[in-house]
């Protein structure tokens, strides 16, 4: 698989992002740029890009500090070219920062990123000029060496150009992947772990590789200061390997397939499950989705889950763990979750991911659409080709697809100041323009100390997403709240859950389903497998 992400482009990019939210203080005024930041960067964290683009915009919007504006327009920057490969998006956003806070911190990240971006996409001339531009307005800049090389090495490629026809498309090669190991965080901030299995129980040192502790009955990992105890004995380590000779592992009452990484640090203990990609489908798949569902939905759903895990792997080489076993990444139940037929659907599509242009895509998915996905620039802000709203009859008539939900204007209140809005006592709710499937582009929230606007989707999950299903909805206001009526459940990008269910009743293949709502792609298969 192609490496997407770059050590020079984590280091250039990620480094002083990451640098500024250390640095952050509390903003003053209505918005917390401290709390939005800290959010944002969560979210980037578990691989939810597109939510943390929604969230940088309203820092963008509501901040009362111009360098707080021109910060979250560089993390924007970033996270289009670096997370989801819209480099044009990304660069865009670079000159917005240039050219509307001049005097900003952020500018000199904006010219250099721009310079490296540039280069990654063979754009030589420009990256060069991006460079020259960083030298002669920054003689004295943190990144003053970096840019002297990188302007170096685009003059040579300059000379060095490949004619278009030489330029072939990325593909999907054994030898670019490695790796399809998912490293999945399945329990974090505990005191203690314990760990049990019907065979030996191996500890080893990551590092050396070697056995420093055997077992044959549970093994319980405590802290002492910041290092490793097993059973009571200090490991002098902060972080050991777990195997076993059997088929699974017991942790804390539940099983697992793989082996594990138990880590600590100043506060508490974190539990890692390495597991192959396949084996982590059979603990995803049945807790996704319903594993009595038709097996054509449930190979769909294998797809795409496959798809989303292997994007988020590789963009999260500078982590500990490429994703959760929560809804902030996919839903993973482990060994006790499998069931038969779910496991059947993942090994008859072993290995096969969906591309668009030769690339893995971000293969969002939700419960139900109501009749008609959404483009994904309505819901966030990035305008992924392949993610683009269309009619869905077989999302329109299931089960439970209609539901209400009502709201006081004191509890929205609170619900939206939760999220650091800092909103006053709100006198009505006024709805923007609508998408061509029906959703709500954003909301007004008109206060007593002013007005703010929302996208409808931020809106929803602020209030709540679990009883404000969709913005698929309806208003009528009352003078203490407001009823909300509306039809499906989730943001309605991507694969409706649901609308797979009834298209694998009617006959469709699970291609057939991708296809349907996934646009343009190709379902191909890894060649390692």
């Given at each position: 698989?192609?490496?997407?992400?770059?050590?020079?482009?984590?280091?250039s990019?990620?480094?002083?992002?990451?640098?500024?939210?250390?640095?952050?203080?509390?903003?003053?005024?209505?918005?917390?740029?401290?709390?939005?930041?800290?959010?944002?960067?969560?979210?980037?964290?578990?691989?939810?890009?597109?939510e943390?683009?929604?969230?940088?915009?309203?820092?963008?919007?509501?901040?009362?500090?111009?360098?707080n504006?021109?910060?979250?327009?560089?993390?924007?920057?970033?996270?289009?070219?670096?997370?989801l490969?819209?480099h044009?998006?990304?660069?865009?956003?670079?000159?917005t920062i240039?050219k509307?806070?001049?005097?900003?911190?952020?500018v000199?990240d904006?010219?250099?990123?721009?310079?490296?971006?540039?280069?990654?996409?063979?754009?030589?001339?420009?990256?060069?000029?991006?460079?020259?531009?960083?030298?002669?307005?920054?003689?004295?800049g943190?990144?003053?060496?970096?840019?002297e090389?990188?302007?170096?090495?685009?003059?040579?490629?300059?000379?060095?150009?490949?004619?278009?026809?030489?330029?072939t498309?990325?593909?999907?090669?054994?030898?670019?992947?490695?790796?399809?190991?998912?490293?999945?965080?399945?329990?974090?901030k505990?005191?203690?772990?314990t760990?049990?299995?019907?065979?030996?129980?191996?500890?080893?040192?990551?590092?050396?590789?070697?056995?420093?502790?055997?077992?044959?009955?549970?093994?319980t990992?405590?802290?002492?200061?910041?290092?490793?105890?097993?059973?009571?004995?200090?490991?002098?380590?902060?972080?050991?390997?777990?195997?076993?000779?059997?088929?699974?592992?017991?942790?804390?009452?539940?099983?697992?397939?793989?082996?594990?990484?138990?880590?600590?640090?100043?506060?508490?203990?974190?539990?890692?499950?390495?597991?192959?990609?396949?084996?982590?489908?059979?603990?995803?798949?049945?807790?996704?989705?319903?594993?009595?569902?038709?097996?054509?939905?449930?190979?769909?759903?294998?797809?795409?889950?496959r798809?989303?895990?292997?994007?988020?792997?590789?963009?999260?080489?500078?982590?500990?763990?490429?994703?959760e076993?929560?809804?902030?990444?996919?839903?993973?139940?482990?060994?006790?979750?499998?069931?038969k037929?779910?496991n059947?659907a993942?090994?008859?599509?072993?290995?096969?991911?969906?591309?668009?242009?030769?690339?893995?895509?971000?293969a969002?998915?939700?419960?139900?659409?109501?009749?008609?996905?959404?483009?994904?620039?309505?819901?966030?802000?990035?305008?992924?080709?392949?993610?683009?709203?269309?009619?869905?009859?077989?999302?329109?008539?299931?089960p439970n697809?209609?539901?209400?939900?009502f709201?006081?204007?004191?509890?929205?209140?609170?619900?939206?100041?939760?999220?650091?809005?800092?909103i006053?006592?709100?006198?009505?709710?006024?709805?923007?323009?609508?998408?061509?499937?029906?959703?709500?582009?954003?909301?007004?929230?008109?206060?007593?100390?002013?007005?703010?606007?929302?996208?409808?989707?931020?809106f929803r999950?602020?209030?709540?997403?679990?009883?404000?299903?969709?913005?698929?909805?309806?208003?009528?206001?009352?003078?203490?709240?407001?009823?909300?009526?509306?039809?499906?459940?989730?943001?309605?990008?991507?694969?409706?859950?649901?609308?797979?269910?009834?298209?694998?009743q009617?006959?469709?293949?699970y291609?057939?389903?991708?296809?349907?709502?996934y646009?343009?792609?190709?379902?191909?298969?890894?060649?390692?497998?």
């Amino acid at each position: 698989m192609i490496l997407l992400k770059k050590s020079v482009l984590i280091f250039s990019l990620c480094f002083f992002c990451l640098f500024f939210i250390c640095m952050e203080k509390a903003a003053i005024g209505a918005y917390d740029d401290t709390r939005g930041f800290k959010t944002a960067a969560r979210l980037l964290n578990n691989g939810m890009y597109l939510e943390a683009l929604s969230v940088y915009q309203e820092i963008s919007d509501y901040s009362d500090k111009q360098d707080n504006r021109a910060r979250a327009l560089l993390f924007m920057g970033t996270t289009y070219s670096l997370y989801l490969d819209q480099h044009d998006a990304g660069l865009k956003q670079f000159d917005t920062i240039i050219k509307t806070y001049p005097t900003s911190q952020a500018v000199s990240d904006a010219v250099f990123n721009s310079g490296m971006v540039l280069y990654e996409t063979e754009r030589f001339k420009e990256a060069y000029a991006f460079f020259k531009k960083y030298l002669e307005k920054y003689p004295y800049g943190l990144r003053r060496q970096s840019a002297e090389v990188w302007a170096d090495s685009a003059k040579d490629q300059m000379s060095q150009i490949r004619k278009p026809e030489e330029i072939t498309a990325p593909s999907l090669y054994k030898k670019d992947i490695e790796d399809t190991i998912i490293r999945v965080l399945i329990k974090n901030k505990a005191e203690k772990i314990t760990v049990y299995s019907e065979q030996n129980i191996s500890l080893y040192n990551p590092f050396s590789k070697k056995i420093i502790y055997r077992s044959l009955g549970p093994v319980t990992f405590t802290k002492q200061g910041e290092q490793l105890a097993a059973n009571g004995r200090n490991l002098d380590l902060h972080r050991c390997m777990v195997k076993t000779d059997g088929e699974t592992i017991m942790i804390d009452n539940r099983r697992f397939r793989g082996d594990f990484t138990i880590l600590a640090d100043s506060k508490s203990l974190s539990v890692i499950n390495n597991i192959p990609i396949e084996q982590y489908l059979y603990g995803v798949v049945p807790k996704e989705m319903p594993s009595n569902w038709p097996k054509e939905a449930l190979k769909a759903q294998a797809v795409a889950a496959r798809t989303y895990a292997l994007y988020i792997k590789n963009k999260s080489a500078d982590k500990p763990y490429d994703v959760e076993s929560t809804t902030l990444s996919q839903v993973y139940g482990g060994f006790d979750s499998e069931k038969k037929k779910s496991n059947l659907a993942v090994d008859e599509t072993r290995g096969e991911v969906i591309t668009y242009n030769g690339k893995l895509i971000v293969a969002y998915f939700h419960s139900s659409s109501g009749g008609h996905t959404e483009d994904s620039k309505n819901v966030w802000s990035a305008d992924l080709p392949y993610l683009k709203g269309i009619p869905d009859s077989f999302s329109a008539n299931i089960p439970n697809n209609e539901w209400s939900f009502f709201v006081s204007y004191n509890d929205m209140q609170n619900r939206l100041n939760q999220y650091g809005l800092n909103i006053g006592q709100i006198r009505r709710l006024n709805a923007a323009d609508r998408s061509r499937s029906g959703r709500l582009l954003g909301v007004r929230v008109i206060a007593k100390n002013g007005a703010t606007e929302l996208k409808s989707n931020n809106f929803r999950i602020k209030v709540g997403a679990t009883r404000l299903k969709s913005t698929l909805l309806k208003t009528t206001p009352d003078h203490d709240g407001i009823l909300f009526t509306g039809k499906g459940y989730g943001h309605g990008v991507g694969m409706s859950q649901w609308g797979a269910n009834m298209m694998a009743q009617k006959g469709f293949g699970y291609q057939d389903i991708l296809k349907h709502y996934y646009q343009s792609v190709k379902i191909v298969a890894l060649s390692s497998q």
